[in-house]
């Protein structure tokens, strides 16, 4: 269908003539023929605001003196418009002494000096100071309190960017104008210090100020002038922000926000404030350690990587390729995953290579590979939060997990979006959405079929996409006319109007994606809870097309990237099956080395193995199983009987005490490579300072322990590596560096060197053929409360901290905000217990007990509680169960049985 013809209008510009489209705003318009007009409070993400008045312009002929704010004022046809003229120059000038007049005038000292647009502007219009007397803000009223940053209002102009970004971006709404005259202030609501308030540190407030009103309080150690700006990827959780590293003298001083695909401008409190911290750490191991005699002792590379070698080689000759293992790390690169399983295949040759996805997303990748093809996000992050009609949120927290995407699903509901979270928790967006179903921890099977009954029932379904693009409809159909609401009310202790309610919101909507989180995957049904997602999408049509979708949210930086090259038991790189004879003779042919046709073991299966003594070597890499695994003893357990541990790292973790050989690593900011997003989004790290001491580049080191073992392996740079995953990986074949320069990076399938990426998946025709609809009964959780243990417990991330605190843990202002263990407790519960808020309890499980402080509250309900997996101290997974999936062997951490007990210690309240 043909699109009408954009309307266009034609003006002058400085002289210059200009066409841009009707409703182009001044300011854009002379950006476009490269005339840059001076802005403090512009936002370009946000509509114009127009108050720092100093972008006008001259409008020939127009009214009381044809002076206009650039960024309000729409070009016109015929138009004629002055930028820097006398009169315009003149109104500028004295929009600065205004501001001068109420400003502190310290730019020596400032924070800010040489990244100030007022400091900037003032030295453009010949300022120094200001010609106005009189009063003006009282002094001495800056407020620290925030750990991250400060707020002077002596040095505000009131231009409201940080109100803007914080209401109508970040979705919070904490600061707004206080007071009247002089006394009036940029504030937190009812006027708090920043500590006090509900403002959660994402520092985008001090990154739209144009003054130093609110500076990052690491700034007084630099200035702007001193710094390098190294963009790269975050290296928290999956959702792919961009970010301005600052670097003074070969150390990270600072973190901006860059403009990217799934950021825009924007980052969380750990991207912004935790992203380089531990970078620098004192604590980074710097030289290879050999255990000898129970304790560690500094050795060169060259005895290390010989003790290793040899120890792999002598229990790979005695014991078989399966004696040995290895966990790769899903916070490094696709290149450093590429090569670590490449060396386990090669060098090892086993198949016995596994990442953290094990344990938290595998689940997505088997359930989607298997029901549409592809075990990836379908759809992008921008595609499902900006014009869509109706989000499903399934056991997904994206404020605390995901808090990029958190807050651009807030910004939808500003919008219009209608929000339904199913969750047994009262996440954060609850109080956003249109509807909550707090289900019942391990209900998601009987949810979705009762969704898909009452779709089903109302004649809500999709007859053509279903007759056209699916199998699998008749058995599906005919299993769900058993889940009627009331049936599936009562599994999942929620109303039947509910229920109904949302099925017709999410069917009748035109545009609605399901996404969800570990809240699906980490339980005994975890992948039929995957695969039950599918279903309701097919069902209603709502796959390959926009603003759709099924999108498992990835919980590591590069956990995506993992997956995808190859870190699996079970797939080569691109997830070509390892028990294909033609994909494993298209390997050996290109790795010129005979390759195993066993399927490998999981990291789950590995370490009882490793118990029972059929492993003897495991490499782990970057992972830390003896705090996230569940049921830690019995990976210490582990740990302690295997024959060689090797386990390559940035820090002394947990794990890395039980190794025989500890090697020390790069950590991002000091290596070249890419990282794959949630969003299927291939983007670029750039390394930005070198490697403390003797800490070397992570896949330098494997090809060295290759080719020690009788493998020769050799880079000189990781493009190389990825133009070898090109040739091998048909998803990839259209990406290279070159091509990753531009902003926005490449989503797999990338198939050739002129396809620009893949947006959306399974547009037209779904990866395996037809969409695959399964027919899934609901199973109850494998352990369910008792008398003994009376307490449903889930676990799951908080907003401050990113898995086992090894980089947020390293951040004084992160562990000012919180630095203890806790478990929610509904208030109801708390009473009967006689606990209250801050109490220290002892919370038990069938395999043992932790002691932790009790956070009372109404988040959870009345029999069930929840913990974090991020301290050492209580930490959860000593007690977690470690009951498996029986497909993608993914550990149950969302639910077991537990009983609390008041101790009499008690702390005060911890935020």
């Known amino acids: 269908m043909s699109t009408a013809p954009t309307a266009t209008v034609t003006l002058s510009i400085d002289d210059q003539e200009v066409t841009v489209p009707k409703g182009t705003t001044l300011l854009n318009a002379a950006k476009e023929i490269g005339i840059e007009i001076p802005t403090m409070c512009h936002l370009k993400e946000l509509a114009p605001d127009g108050s720092c008045r100093m972008c006008v312009v001259e409008v020939e002929g127009g009214r009381k003196g ?44 400032c924070a800010q000096n040489g990244d100030c647009k007022l400091q900037d502007y003032s030295m453009e219009y010949g300022l120094t100071d200001t010609s106005f007397a009189g009063k003006r803000q009282a002094p001495n009223q800056i407020d620290d ?162 003790l290793v070698s040899k120890k792999f080689k002598y229990l790979k000759n005695n014991y078989g390729p399966d004696s040995l293992a290895g966990f790769s790390c899903s916070r490094s690169t696709n290149e450093d995953n590429f090569i670590f399983e490449k060396m386990v295949r090669t060098a090892f040759g086993s198949n016995n290579v596994d990442n953290c996805a094990r344990v938290c997303h595998s689940a997505s990748v088997h359930g989607l590979a298997n029901t549409l093809g592809s075990g990836a996000m379908t759809n992008t992050i921008e595609d499902i939060t900006t014009d869509v009609d109706v989000i499903m949120l399934v056991g997904s927290n994206p404020t605390e997990a995901h808090p990029v995407i958190g807050l651009q699903i807030r910004q ?26 707090q289900v019942k921890a391990g209900t998601n099977v009987a949810f979705a079929n009762g969704i898909m009954n009452v779709i089903l029932n109302e004649g809500l379904e999709d007859e053509k996409f279903i007759q056209e693009r699916t199998e699998g409809y008749e058995e599906l159909k005919e299993l769900v006319a058993d889940y009627t609401p009331d049936v599936v009310a009562k599994i999942c202790e929620i109303e039947e109007e509910d229920l109904i309610r949302a099925a017709r919101l999410y069917a009748n909507a035109k545009k609605a994606p399901i996404i969800y989180c570990l809240g699906v995957t980490e339980h005994s049904t975890g992948t039929k809870g995957v695969m039950s997602m599918s279903n309701m999408a097919m069902l209603v049509g709502k796959l390959g097309r926009p603003g759709c979708g099924v999108n498992p949210l990835r919980g590591q930086n590069n956990v995506q990237g993992a997956c995808d090259m190859g870190c699996s038991p079970f797939d080569f790189p691109g997830y070509q099956k390892v028990a294909n004879e033609k994909i494993r003779q298209k390997f050996k042919k290109a790795w010129q080395t005979p390759l195993s046709s066993n399927t490998g073991m999981t990291s789950t299966q590995v370490l009882p193995a ?56 790069a950590a991002f900011a000091e290596k070249d490579g890419t990282f794959t997003n949630t969003e299927r989004r291939i983007q670029r790290i750039r390394k930005a300072v070198d490697a403390p001491g003797a800490a070397r580049e992570d896949y330098k ?132 217990l006689g606990i209250n808020h801050g109490d220290k309890v002892k919370v038990s499980s069938r395999r043992g007990s932790i002691e932790t402080f009790a956070k009372v509250g109404d988040r959870v309900r009345e029999d069930s509680v929840f913990m974090t997996f991020h301290f050492q101290d209580g930490n959860v997974n000593e007690i977690t169960n470690a009951v498996c999936d029986d497909i993608a062997i993914i550990p149950e951490y969302k639910v077991c049985a537990v009983s609390i007990e008041p101790l009499k210690n008690k702390v005060s309240e911890s935020r």
């Not at 960024?71 to 002494?97: P, W, Y």
């Not at 912004?272 to 500094?298: C, H, M, N, W």
């Not at 919008?415 to 956003?432: E, H, M, Q, S």
């Not at 048909?730 to 198939?751: D, M, S």
């Open 701 to 832: 080191v494997f090809c060295d322990i290759a080719s020690k073992m009788g493998y020769p392996m050799h880079y000189e740079h990781p493009s190389e590596i990825m133009d070898e995953i090109a040739y091998l990986v048909p998803n990839f074949a259209g990406v290279n560096y070159k091509r990753l320069k531009q902003e926005n990076g490449l989503q797999w399938p990338c198939k050739s060197l002129d396809d620009p990426g893949t947006p959306i998946m399974h547009v037209g025709e779904f990866a395996r053929g037809k969409g695959l609809f399964k027919a899934i009964p609901y199973q109850p959780a494998q352990e369910l409360p008792d008398n003994k243990y009376p307490y449903l417990m889930s676990t799951g991330r908080m907003l401050y901290h990113y898995n086992t605190r090894s980089m947020t843990g390293r951040t004084p202002g992160i562990n000012e905000i919180s630095n203890k263990s806790y478990i929610e407790v509904n208030a109801e519960s708390a009473t009967q």
């Open 412 to 437: 939808a509901v500003q919008n219009g979006t209608k929000l339904i979270v199913v969750d047994p928790r009262k996440i954060d967006l609850v109080k956003n959405s249109e509807l909550h179903l």
């Open 145 to 306: 309190t925030s750990p991250f940053f400060t707020y002077d209002p002596e040095k505000c102009i009131m231009c409201r960017a940080c109100a803007s970004v914080c209401q109508l971006r970040q979705g919070r709404d904490v600061i707004s104008i206080s007071n009247r005259g002089f006394d009036t202030k940029m504030l937190p609501c009812f006027g708090e210090d920043w500590k006090l308030s509900d403002c959660e540190s994402c520092g985008n407030c001090v990154s739209v100020c144009p003054t130093g009103a609110l500076s990052v309080k690491d700034s007084v150690n630099f200035r702007k002038w001193e710094t390098s700006k190294v963009k790269t990827t975050c290296p928290h959780c999956g959702t792919g922000c961009q970010v301005n590293l600052l670097v003074k003298n070969n150390v990270i001083v600072g973190a901006e926000p860059a403009n990217g695909p799934a950021n825009k401008n924007m980052l969380c409190v750990k991207g912004k404030f935790a992203s380089y911290k531990f970078v620098a750490s004192g604590d980074r191991l710097q030289t290879p350690l050999i255990k000898r005699e129970g304790k560690f002792e500094e050795a060169s590379w060259d005895e290390a990587l010989e």
């Open 66 to 109: 044809g002076l206009v704010t650039a960024c309000t004022a729409h070009a016109q046809e015929g138009m004629i418009i002055h930028t820097n003229n006398k009169k315009v120059s003149d109104s500028r000038r004295f929009v600065l002494d205004l501001l001068l007049s109420n400003h502190k005038l310290e730019c020596f000292s």
């Open 610 to 665: 490793a118990t029972k003594g059929d492993v003897k070597g495991l490499y782990i890499f970057g992972e830390d199983p003896v705090v996230t695994d569940p049921d830690v003893s019995h990976v210490r357990d582990a740990l302690k009987k295997l024959d060689f541990l090797v386990v390559q790292e940035l820090f002394m973790t947990e794990t890395a005490k039980y190794a025989d050989v500890v090697l020390p690593g």
